[in-house]
């Protein structure tokens, strides 16, 4: 058991913010949470920012005169500008959704809704002919979208594969992206490899050709230092869930003059210009993409969330992550039967970790950590068609956060060698 | 260590030697069954022996066989299915799929019948573990489905 | 100042579990808080089963096979029971969305994309020729979503009057409904005027002809005992922050057979049956309409809301809204000066109280009330054509809930006297 | 009471005798705002005069006039604009437009210069209640579309 930590966090001092890591699980094991990739813990702080919203200032925002929407609204929009500022945007930039799903359905769906929209929305349009790019390692969230923009449209999917280690094949990007194509819409990091994809050059490809281009960053706003500006992409989408803060909050990023130019998606109150009854004109953004009563509260965890993680610094964040994961490759991946899904090393590589167990399937894997008190996700991590490029139906996979320890992955390295002891497949070491 | 409860000594058995594994020929009905969260799939066929003149509920499970990738839990519960209801009545095998669905969903708290179950007992333990309920169910819903699916192939001859 | 409560409710301890309801306003004015109908002040029991879930049962529902995901998914869908069983209906037939403006736009979206997925999903195909009905008293969430349904599809956007009393002018209903109808979309409860609309008896009309009927409950299922299958409609549609439930949550009831034939609407994790690099097949109802890890704290908090509402009881809650509106509508209505929009007895009729005061524009009347403590909302509330056919812009709007008490109605009063004081618009009585 | 400090009595005048009200030709530009929260509406003319041959920020605002339906404070606000800007250039103009948008978002700390804004300081106190800015702004982002068209057409007409 190593006891050093030679990250730059002081992983103790956090784990003490958050309380369920103090619960144990099964017969009064200690909780090792290793799926922050699915959701992530809440400290306190994120907690206690949420409940003061409803215990001091609650009421509807944007809606009301009186003091307390005055203060609701004060409080949503300054948490705005605390995530834009997260990632380098602008507040008018930054359209809360209930999360990244969302987020990239918005974008989606205001594509073929441009189709029967004002003129001034033709920059969205896509219709037969058209090209529509993705991922095989995408997550179903940032793949089902895109598939469903063509059936509504006519336009054609098209997609990189994946590359035995775990890379995206750029071998044939210029034929994959041309004059057809409208949007490219790809993982910043990849959710079951931990792949950080090369966003950057390939939106120079994309804008080169006047494609969009959409980054889904549920991956990689939580771990690593995101700033809009540099990376190049013209839309981006987060959760708040996946990053310390509360779960119904997500984030469409969107360059400026596109969201302007951008005809509205889910509609009702607080998106509009004016009503009349038989037809309606829309609000500037980000108002017109949030249609409804907003969820406030969860806002203002999200920014207690980015405040938490701001002040640990995102640098030292991915420092931490880099050198757990690392551990993790290590000594998960040396063990004799398992195979590492994606990149065995630290360059491009976020703190996701999937692995096969030779012989053992994935349930029976997770079923024995789980036993020990070891909590990972075992299955397609919806991202099934990447999972068929690696001929496998499904993989166990641990993905680590700013409370992961290194003890920590020396418990699951020995729950899966217990998982090969009880089920009879490997030697003990 | 609790998993013994759940990983019973049958389960294992079955998983590692899964009996009527292997599609066969002829079968009246075929269902693929997927569960969507690991992406497990079996493919399941069922072959009819009418009792009296048509097809029905008194008709006997002549064959059951199957294709299948999964954990351990489907696996096993995929064999057991075959051991069970092949030879019974389509009646027969429809009351033993309502028992094991009731104590799939029991939450530990079942007491399954020995008589009705035979070794499908030993997934009582499964129960505990919302998550692998589905596994356990994957080849009995397939069943099901490949069953109502021969009679109704023989109610669209017959008519 | 009256003193007695003729409700059936404790009202003092009911206000005991608000700790919002302890706070000042202004010049520490005690907060007479009047705008439950934008958005409801939330129970500490809310607030403590929202945070005890994040505390210790935390993860990714339905995603996991570990102990903390067995717990959340316990957790959501015992919170779906419970929410569904509040309704009368089965657990199955309850879809988890944001609010219930996503909840409307699931259906006009679901009835769009039909024209493009499979024969299976023709029952909700809609076209040229094809009518789809509203009320001019809709909120903007159960307008501009079938506008915007009209103009991707084709259909012909039709609706019902309202009369000078604030009620459906049903006088049409024969040419309104007919063969070409595809959809009927009505407010169960008007949140301006506070009518209870006869849905029953519309709905009956609709399906005689084959259309589907939505019901916007957003201001019904909060303040009254409501039966889905009493009420007779296909959709039903609510926001957990208008029920003392945390914001980000809110719900489309739909009869089984009916979501069981319809196609998504966001697409992403979750709510998969299959997936491959181009097409993807659906699981079955309600995940199908629960794309992306949900809100599983906030639902956990908007059925403990529904166990506090149950252990009131909706008839007493019922009871109390109708003797505090009674008293409102005489201590207000009898003011000289002022004009109720909307019934002027409790017959058929909700808690929301909207007037106009001649002489002062609602933003005054509202900035004199905040000064005084007491929080109302101005303007069109979301209901611009409603405004328009009282000739009016915006009106002043109080609406209560249980924790409203008749001081609070008297300070209303008085403020309104206040402010035709202030603006020397009215003798003072 | 703290209503005083937002209703000062220059603004309740020119709420209850608003100057330059009623729509007057002829004009250059005409620019709708609307409110959308509460519906409040203002319709508003500019006229300018050109200082040399061509019209641009040298012009002088000869007359604003406009029509409008609001509260107290998007009236009056209103009615104080066209005091100020009617005989002023447009630089000068968007120089009050300037000021009087910066004490408009100076949260209740702003130290308003009374030789520019004259009658418009009184409105130094609206700037304390967030969701009253727009009411008061409304006029001004009228007349600054309004006058931004006066000067595009005139230059549509040059070209
Ligand atoms: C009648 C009515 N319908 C729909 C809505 C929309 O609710 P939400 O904003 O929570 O989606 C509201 C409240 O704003 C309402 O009062
Ligand atoms: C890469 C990636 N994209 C998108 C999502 C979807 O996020 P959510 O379910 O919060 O919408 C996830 C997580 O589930 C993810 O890992």
């Known amino acids: 058991m190593t006891t050093s930590e030679p990250g730059r966090l002081d992983v103790e001092a956090v784990r003490a913010d958050f309380p369920i890591l103090a619960r144990t699980v099964r017969d009064g094991r200690p909780l090792v949470y290793l799926d922050s990739g699915a959701t992530s813990q809440k400290p306190r702080q994120v907690l206690d920012a949420e409940r003061a919203f409803y215990e001091h200032h609650n009421a509807a925002v944007h809606r009301g005169a009186h003091q307390l929407a005055e203060e609701a609204t004060d409080a949503y929009e300054r948490a705005r500008a605390t995530i834009a500022a997260f990632i380098g945007a602008g507040s008018d930039e930054v359209v809360f959704t209930k999360n990244a799903t969302e987020a990239i359905n918005l974008v989606a769906y205001a594509m073929s809704n441009a189709a029967t929209s004002g003129d001034e929305y033709h920059r969205f349009r896509v219709g037969p002919g058209d090209e529509v790019v993705v991922t095989e390692m995408e997550h179903h969230a940032n793949l089902v979208p895109w598939q469903q923009l063509c059936q509504r449209t006519g336009a054609t999917l098209r997609w990189f594969a994946v590359t035995p280690d775990g890379r995206l094949d750029l071998s044939d990007i210029d034929s994959l992206i041309n004059e057809r194509t409208k949007v490219v819409a790809l993982a910043h990091q990849s959710n079951v490899l931990g792949t950080v994809n090369p966003v950057t050059a390939i939106a120079e490809r994309a804008h080169a050709h006047g494609a969009l281009v959409v980054a889904d960053a549920a991956q990689s706003v939580p771990h690593m230092p995101v700033d809009v500006a540099a990376l190049g992409v013209d839309f981006l989408a987060f959760s708040g869930h996946k990053m310390l803060g509360p779960n119904g909050i997500g984030v469409l990023w969107g360059r400026r003059e596109l969201l302007a130019g951008m005809p509205p998606f889910i509609t009702g109150g607080s998106m509009i210009g004016t009503v009349h009854i038989d037809h309606s004109t829309w609000a500037d953004p980000p108002q017109r993409f949030e249609a409804g009563v907003p969820m406030a509260p969860q806002a203002v965890g999200l920014a207690a969330a980015c405040d938490y993680l701001s002040a640990l610094g995102m640098d030292n964040v991915l420092a931490h992550e880099q050198a757990v994961t690392a551990y993790a490759l290590k000594q998960v991946g040396s063990l004799p039967g398992v195979r590492i899904i994606g990149p065995t090393d630290t360059a491009d590589r976020g703190s996701a970790v999937a692995f096969t167990v030779e012989g053992i399937h994935p349930h029976d894997v997770g079923q024995v950590l789980d036993d020990l008190g070891v909590e990972v996700r075992v299955g397609h991590h919806c991202a099934w068609p990447l999972h068929r490029c690696y001929e496998t139906v499904a993989t166990t996979r641990a993905s680590f956060y700013v409370y992961t320890t290194f003890a920590e992955i020396d418990a699951l390295a020995e729950g899966i060698q217990a998982a090969q002891r009880f089920f009879g497949t490997a030697a003990a070491r | ?159």
Request: net charge negative; proline share 4%; glycine share 8%.
């Open chain 2, 1 to 159: 260590m609790q998993l013994e409860s759940m990983y019973q000594e049958i389960i294992l058995d079955h998983y590692r030697n899964p009996h009527n594994k292997g599609l066969r020929e002829p079968h009246h009905g075929e269902a693929h069954h997927i569960n969507p969260t690991c992406g497990d799939e079996i493919t399941l066929r069922v072959r009819l022996e009418p009792a009296g003149g048509s097809l029905d509920g008194s008709a006997t499970v002549a064959d059951v066989s199957y294709d299948s990738m999964g954990c351990s839990i489907s696996q096993a519960s995929a064999s057991v299915l075959t051991d069970l209801l092949i030879g019974r009545t389509v009646d027969d095998g429809m009351r033993v799929l309502a028992e094991f669905t009731e104590l799939m969903h029991s939450k530990g708290q079942g007491e399954p019948d020995e008589d009705v179950l035979e070794d499908a007992v030993a997934f009582a333990g499964v129960s505990k573990y919302p998550a692998r309920i589905k596994c356990a169910l994957l080849a009995w819903m397939a069943w099901k489905d490949a069953t109502a699916q021969s009679l109704e192939t023989e109610k669209e001859g017959a008519s």
